[in-house]
């Protein structure tokens, strides 16, 4: 048995339509709308207001959406969300449940990322592996693109907030900000998926990519019905960031003091995929990995070299459906880095798995400043089991200042953590 080593370091019938369980409970609402009343400095206050969205357990109603043809199983519903500004809106979202012979399936909460919205194929591509998916669009918009446009989705008249930049609405009224919608809505996912019958409420998981990450690794830590994570790109600690975000970020003390999910990956002990790549302009690895190692639950770290950044390449890999098929099935990870660090120029990471491994790759870099503006180069890594582990070793090009290394099965990738061997990265 490999041991951890301590290191220096969804027939939608008859529910389907509109569910009339119990209306949402907005005595929970009304407390939660207070938090537009605080104080702007009042960071503990606003906090906690953030927090008890984790009180939206109660089934919100569901109609079908007209205008949207169904793909088979899959259809396209509207479900109700918070207030904003006084009125009630809706959240857009595309619904698949698979039928089983075997009984419930688990599940999966989709959230996009910039320029994105609820796809109908990616809820497609988790059914298709025996889950149960909820793809949201958590800005206030459907999937139907503007008459005669060939970019933007469609608002509807019931949408919540847009994103406003980088937090740029952060002097509004707590209640009022997109990233408080689009975590009350992601954890109304939550409640909505889990209360469908055939799909089993312990086995939801929630995947999210860049935009969609940020909320995923925010909504970890508040929600805790979890049973997995997939944050893609999008992180926290990124006030500190060497790009746009330190920019936008670095002066945001709201953001630094209310929604930075770091303030809180420390309650997030369920098992997370941390899938990357390390040219990634927008989320520097560095900061992904101040989020992870926040965390304390089980992880697995995928940083794939030259993957690109979208929700394309994300949904198209084949380790987010394995990391979730791993966990219903035994609970944990099928791959984990036990073991990192380096002496010298000797580079030596420990893995378990509980599949064969074939290959083991360094990947380094010798340049400075944001991670995802250095050259990688990627190199062979010795591998070999023993006791139960997979060793890789490796030499350390001169002059290197960031390695990880990654072990292959199949089309599989898993990384060790980042590691930086001299001045931190930007």
């Known amino acids: 048995m490999c041991r951890n080593h301590p290191f220096h370091p969804l027939e939608l019938p008859s529910w389907f339509g509109r569910i009339q369980s119990k209306v949402l409970s907005?005595?929970?609402?009304?407390?939660?709308?207070?938090?537009?009343l605080c104080h702007a400095g009042d960071f503990s206050a606003q906090r906690q207001f953030v927090e008890n969205l984790a009180r939206l357990t109660q089934v919100p109603a569901m109609h079908e959406a007209d205008g949207f043809p169904s793909a088979g199983e899959?259809?396209?519903?509207?479900f109700d969300a918070l207030e904003w500004k006084g009125k009630p809106t809706q959240v857009f979202a595309?619904?698949?449940?698979?039928?089983?012979?075997?009984?419930?399936?688990?599940?999966?909460?989709?959230?996009h990322g910039g320029g994105g919205t609820a796809f109908q194929p990616w809820v497609q591509a988790w059914n298709d592996r025996g889950f149960a998916a909820l793809s949201i669009a958590v800005e206030g918009q459907t999937s139907s693109r503007p008459e005669g446009a060939s970019r933007g989705w469609r608002r509807h008249e019931s949408g919540g907030p847009g994103r406003v930049g980088i937090y740029g609405d952060s002097k509004e009224p707590l209640r009022d900000q997109w990233m408080y919608h689009a975590?009350?809505?992601?954890?109304?996912?939550?409640s909505l998926l889990r209360s469908l019958p055939g799909v089993d409420p312990e086995k939801i998981g929630i995947m999210g990519v860049s935009w969609g990450g940020v909320i995923t690794s925010t909504v970890i830590g508040i929600d805790s019905r979890f049973a997995f994570a997939i944050p893609t790109y999008g992180c926290g600690d990124l006030s500190m960031a060497g790009n746009q975000y330190g920019r936008?970020?670095?002066?945001?003390?709201?953001?630094?003091?209310v929604w930075d999910p770091l303030l809180?990956?420390?309650?997030?002990?369920?098992?997370?995929?941390?899938?990357?790549?390390?040219?990634?302009?927008?989320?520097?690895?560095?900061?992904?990995?101040?989020s992870y190692r926040r965390a304390p639950g089980p992880r697995i770290?995928?940083?794939?070299?030259?993957?690109?950044?979208?929700?394309?390449?994300?949904?198209?890999?084949?380790?987010s459906y394995a990391f979730a098929q791993s966990i219903v099935a035994d609970g944990t990870p099928w791959c984990g880095q036990t073991l990192a660090g380096a002496d010298g120029n000797a580079a030596r990471a420990v893995f378990s798995s509980s599949k064969p491994l074939e290959r083991a790759t360094l990947v380094s870099t010798t340049g400075s400043g944001i991670t995802g503006s250095r050259t990688w180069l990627?190199?062979?890594?010795?591998?070999?089991?023993?006791?139960?582990?997979?060793?890789?070793?490796?030499?350390?090009?001169?002059?290197?200042?960031?390695?990880?290394?990654?072990?292959?099965?199949?089309?599989?990738?898993?990384s060790s953590d980042f590691q930086e061997t001299s001045a931190p990265s930007q």
């Not at 936008?248 to 003091?257: I, P, S, V």
């Not at 770290?301 to 380790?319: D, I, S």
Request: charged share 15%; aromatic share 8%; glycine share 10%.
């Open 26 to 36: 907005w005595c929970a609402g009304i407390a939660l709308s207070a938090a537009g």
């Open 74 to 78: 899959i259809k396209a519903i509207y």
């Open 94 to 111: 595309w619904l698949g449940v698979p039928k089983s012979p075997s009984g419930k399936v688990p599940g999966i909460v989709l959230v």
């Open 183 to 190: 975590v009350a809505d992601t954890i109304l996912s939550n």
């Open 248 to 257: 936008a970020l670095g002066g945001n003390l709201f953001y630094q003091q």
């Open 264 to 290: 809180r990956l420390d309650r997030a002990k369920l098992p997370v995929l941390w899938l990357s790549w390390p040219q990634d302009q927008h989320f520097p690895l560095n900061h992904q990995a101040a």
């Open 301 to 319: 770290v995928t940083l794939v070299p030259n993957m690109g950044h979208g929700h394309g390449p994300a949904w198209k890999r084949p380790e």
């Open 378 to 414: 990627e190199s062979p890594a010795k591998l070999e089991e023993k006791d139960g582990c997979w060793h890789a070793t490796a030499t350390l090009p001169e002059g290197t200042t960031a390695w990880f290394i990654n072990v292959h099965s199949g089309a599989l990738l898993s």
